[in-house]
């Protein structure tokens, strides 16, 4: 007997891509294990290649998971005790276990070697792109670290947010083998301007301890075992640990007033607090918590760089599986020539971005103990974070078009990475913040400056139109002053030219047409404007190998 209801059967699915994936998200990822290894970071391929394979294997699915359960605050237990926990989904606590165990918030310290750094960021960079949220906490941790160790007494602190361990338990430090670290800066009056603070902080008894008395706008992972925060204290705005739990137990005096409703990073949660006499120890001098917590500052912001960047390539190699497995007016999408002019165009930036910011990294690596690289690193981390995280939303954007309307559909990960790209663009300075940081150094520090005119002079000679951009750039650095107003456009220019000069020194490939595209006639209005005679295929090939 026949199916009486097979002639109204339409949902026939065909032509559709197949589920992305598993991938060693390392091993195909050509750019990166070439910066690596530039960089000074080879002597970690083998960690590196086993996290590839965890970030886009088990660790992309458990992505999916965490970000469809957001985080829950529960400020009272049954009983009616002030608990301020928060609940997360159990794939968050993998995310952030093997991300631990693996060393993404302390290979750097645990491991201290040359290209330790550059390591540790690759691993980052190969992290954010199965899950950005559980990147927040574990940047803040490792970063927390060197902020940690300035002071003695708090060695513990520093080795526990080192460690490869992850314990989620509400205890004292004292009962776990690792521990985390976030962040209290920003007020609400004030933001960026956290010398306007005024979460006033106390002297107690005894030296070096504290009473807090505030608020701050945005606390960052209200589950940590501890935070790095600013206040006000008898000598001016001083850097301060506060811990969640005190040594004999007890809950830290402050509050968390509830989670915030942010566009995106849903696995992660971020908070507003209290603080009603909250102890805390003083890290530093009274009135320099700005030059105490800056170093911290500084490598968080070259994860908001790496972040940036890492997400760019995960939409690039969404859009490339999507094209390559879907046909439209009778040839695979990728075939057609202006799809694959603007896929091309965007492995380009994608490059350019992974390159420089592992050419930071490079130089925070060396900072210690090479001061033309610390003066580079000093300019080169607020150029790159306000260059790559400008460019990640359009950029991610870019790649939902060439998805279509799948990819403004929560089935794929790209609506996921789109409400992340502003992020990172927003977190530790927004753009201008950067770029007046940009104008500062090139002012004040001579030796900033001296580097990364240095950095740019190498590759003098390679390509006509690098050097025409680099004498103009450097017409506008000899005027007496550059304008505040300009403070975008010069650090436009240096981004721009740091990456063609990256992509330069590394023999690139893709060098000429980066250069092409941003410097011969200036920077397009939009991707999928490269001259016609540039090999398309070639740079997909090289953006993501084709299955």
């Given at each position: 007997?026949?199916?009486?209801?097979?002639?109204?059967?339409t949902?026939?699915?065909?032509n559709?891509?197949?589920?992305?994936?598993e991938?060693?998200?390392?091993?195909?990822d050509?750019?990166?294990?070439?910066?690596?290894?530039?960089?000074?970071?080879?002597?970690?391929?083998?960690?590196?290649?086993?996290?590839?394979?965890?970030?886009?294997?088990?660790?992309?699915?458990?992505?999916?998971d965490?970000?469809?359960?957001?985080?829950?605050?529960?400020?009272?237990d049954?009983?009616?005790?002030?608990?301020?926990?928060?609940?997360?989904?159990?794939?968050?606590?993998r995310l952030m276990?093997?991300?631990?165990?693996?060393g993404?918030?302390?290979?750097?310290?645990?491991?201290?070697?040359a290209?330790?750094?550059?390591?540790?960021?690759?691993?980052?960079?190969?992290?954010?792109?199965?899950?950005?949220?559980?990147?927040?906490?574990?940047t803040?941790?490792?970063?927390?670290?060197?902020?940690?160790?300035?002071?003695?007494?708090?060695?513990?602190?520093a080795?526990?947010a080192?460690?490869?361990?992850?314990?989620?338990r509400?205890?004292?430090?004292?009962?776990?083998?690792?521990?985390t670290?976030?962040?209290?800066?920003?007020?609400?009056q004030?933001?960026?301007?956290?010398?306007?603070?005024r979460?006033?902080?106390?002297?107690?008894a005894?030296?070096?301890?504290?009473?807090?008395?505030?608020?701050?706008?945005?606390f960052?992972?209200?589950?940590?075992?501890?935070w790095?925060?600013?206040?006000q204290?008898?000598?001016?705005?001083?850097?301060?640990?506060?811990?969640?739990?005190?040594?004999?137990?007890?809950?830290?005096?402050?509050?968390l007033?509830?989670?915030?409703?942010?566009?995106?990073?849903?696995?992660?949660?971020?908070?507003?607090?209290e603080?009603?006499?909250?102890?805390?120890?003083?890290?530093g001098?009274?009135?320099?918590?700005?030059a105490?917590?800056?170093?911290?500052?500084?490598?968080?912001?070259l994860?908001?760089?790496?972040?940036?960047?890492?997400?760019?390539r995960?939409?690039l190699a969404?859009?490339l599986?999507?094209?390559?497995?879907r046909?439209?007016?009778?040839r695979?999408?990728?075939?057609?020539?202006?799809?694959?002019?603007?896929?091309?165009?965007?492995?380009?930036?994608?490059?350019?971005?992974?390159?420089?910011?592992?050419?930071v990294?490079?130089a925070?690596?060396?900072?210690?103990?090479?001061?033309?690289?610390?003066?580079?690193?000093?300019?080169?981390?607020?150029?790159?974070?306000?260059?790559?995280?400008?460019r990640?939303?359009?950029?991610?954007?870019?790649?939902?078009?060439?998805?279509?309307g799948?990819g403004?559909i929560?089935?794929?990960?790209?609506?996921?990475?789109?409400r992340?790209?502003?992020?990172n663009?927003?977190?530790?300075g927004?753009?201008?913040?950067?770029c007046?940081?940009?104008?500062r150094a090139?002012?004040r520090?001579?030796?900033?400056?001296?580097?990364l005119?240095r950095?740019?002079?190498?590759?003098?000679?390679?390509?006509?139109?690098?050097?025409a951009?680099?004498?103009?750039?450097r017409?506008?650095l000899d005027?007496?002053?550059?304008?505040?107003?300009a403070?975008r456009?010069?650090?436009?220019?240096?981004?721009?030219?740091?990456?063609?000069?990256?992509?330069?020194?590394a023999?690139?490939?893709?060098?000429?047409?980066?250069?092409?595209?941003?410097?011969?006639?200036?920077?397009?209005?939009?991707?999928?404007?490269?001259d016609a005679?540039?090999?398309?295929?070639?740079?997909?090939?090289?953006?993501?190998?084709?299955?």
């Amino acid at each position: 007997m026949t199916d009486a209801t097979a002639p109204f059967e339409t949902h026939v699915v065909h032509n559709q891509p197949p589920p992305f994936p598993e991938r060693n998200l390392w091993r195909d990822d050509i750019a990166l294990r070439e910066a690596v290894a530039r960089e000074g970071g080879g002597a970690f391929a083998a960690e590196l290649d086993a996290y590839g394979a965890l970030a886009g294997g088990e660790l992309y699915l458990l992505g999916f998971d965490a970000n469809r359960q957001r985080p829950l605050l529960r400020t009272h237990d049954a009983q009616g005790h002030r608990i301020d926990t928060v609940d997360f989904h159990p794939a968050w606590h993998r995310l952030m276990d093997v991300a631990k165990a693996h060393g993404v918030a302390g290979l750097s310290w645990s491991q201290p070697r040359a290209g330790a750094h550059v390591a540790r960021a690759a691993l980052s960079f190969l992290h954010h792109q199965a899950e950005a949220g559980s990147s927040c906490p574990l940047t803040m941790t490792h970063a927390a670290v060197a902020v940690l160790r300035r002071e003695p007494a708090l060695a513990e602190w520093a080795a526990k947010a080192a460690a490869p361990h992850y314990d989620p338990r509400d205890v004292p430090i004292a009962h776990k083998a690792g521990i985390t670290v976030g962040m209290g800066m920003t007020e609400k009056q004030g933001g960026s301007d956290v010398r306007s603070n005024r979460t006033l902080a106390t002297p107690l008894a005894e030296e070096g301890d504290y009473s807090l008395v505030g608020h701050k706008w945005f606390f960052s992972a209200p589950m940590s075992d501890g935070w790095l925060v600013l206040a006000q204290a008898p000598g001016g705005l001083s850097c301060f640990l506060l811990p969640r739990r005190l040594p004999d137990g007890t809950r830290n005096a402050f509050r968390l007033m509830r989670l915030k409703d942010k566009l995106g990073d849903w696995a992660n949660a971020s908070s507003e607090v209290e603080f009603c006499g909250a102890r805390a120890r003083r890290i530093g001098e009274e009135g320099r918590g700005v030059a105490t917590i800056i170093e911290m500052v500084m490598l968080t912001r070259l994860d908001c760089m790496l972040g940036a960047a890492a997400e760019m390539r995960m939409a690039l190699a969404q859009a490339l599986h999507h094209v390559r497995h879907r046909n439209a007016f009778g040839r695979r999408l990728v075939d057609q020539p202006l799809m694959a002019n603007v896929l091309a165009d965007l492995a380009l930036e994608s490059e350019a971005s992974t390159a420089l910011a592992l050419r930071v990294a490079r130089a925070v690596d060396a900072a210690a103990h090479d001061p033309d690289e610390a003066a580079f690193a000093r300019v080169a981390t607020a150029v790159g974070k306000f260059w790559i995280c400008r460019r990640a939303s359009g950029f991610v954007n870019e790649a939902q078009e060439c998805l279509g309307g799948a990819g403004y559909i929560e089935d794929s990960m790209l609506p996921r990475l789109y409400r992340q790209a502003p992020l990172n663009s927003i977190w530790e300075g927004s753009g201008n913040v950067q770029c007046l940081d940009v104008l500062r150094a090139l002012s004040r520090e001579p030796a900033s400056r001296q580097a990364l005119l240095r950095e740019l002079e190498q590759v003098r000679g390679s390509e006509a139109a690098y050097d025409a951009a680099l004498d103009a750039l450097r017409r506008t650095l000899d005027e007496a002053a550059v304008a505040e107003s300009a403070a975008r456009r010069v650090a436009a220019s240096l981004a721009i030219l740091l990456q063609a000069a990256t992509l330069l020194r590394a023999g690139s490939p893709v060098a000429a047409a980066f250069i092409g595209a941003r410097l011969a006639h200036g920077a397009p209005p939009a991707y999928g404007m490269l001259d016609a005679r540039v090999p398309f295929a070639a740079f997909l090939e090289r953006a993501l190998p084709e299955d």
